[in-house]
């Protein structure tokens, strides 16, 4: 599966954003979206099942961010609102055959984006 992200860039506290990625190549049946800073582990931010449309948040996602899929367009969205500048991150969007296997833990992932850098000042 390639993967492709778009939609970050600089913004203040509280804005929104809302960050895309397009698959295309082989199927899967949940995407998810991780974000890393330097220095520390990649961390899951939310998850989509393709088929049921079951979502999944980290606890710091639920409430301002909204995961969504558009299945004619192959893509899956993230809608962040009342960003803050412990958001800034590299934000990427991952594949995968979970099954029954957990969405946070991005070793479940077998494709990986390039990543977009989502950037909020104070």
């Known amino acids: 599966v390639q993967l492709v992200e778009s939609g970050g860039g600089l913004v203040q506290a509280g804005d929104s954003r809302k960050l895309s990625c397009v698959s295309s190549?082989?199927?899967?049946?949940?995407m998810g979206w991780f974000r890393q800073v330097p220095g520390k582990d990649r961390e899951f931010v939310s998850a989509i099942r393709w088929g049921t449309g079951s979502t999944y948040y980290a606890k710091f996602a639920e409430g301002r961010f909204t995961v969504s899929r558009d299945n004619a367009k192959n893509t899956v969205y993230l809608q962040m609102n009342s960003l803050e500048p412990e958001d800034t991150a590299l934000y990427y969007c991952a594949a995968g055959n979970l099954g029954f296997r957990i969405v946070s833990m991005a070793s479940n992932y077998a494709d990986w984006g390039q990543g977009t850098q989502v950037t909020v000042s104070s």
């Open positions: 190549g082989r199927t899967f049946n949940v």
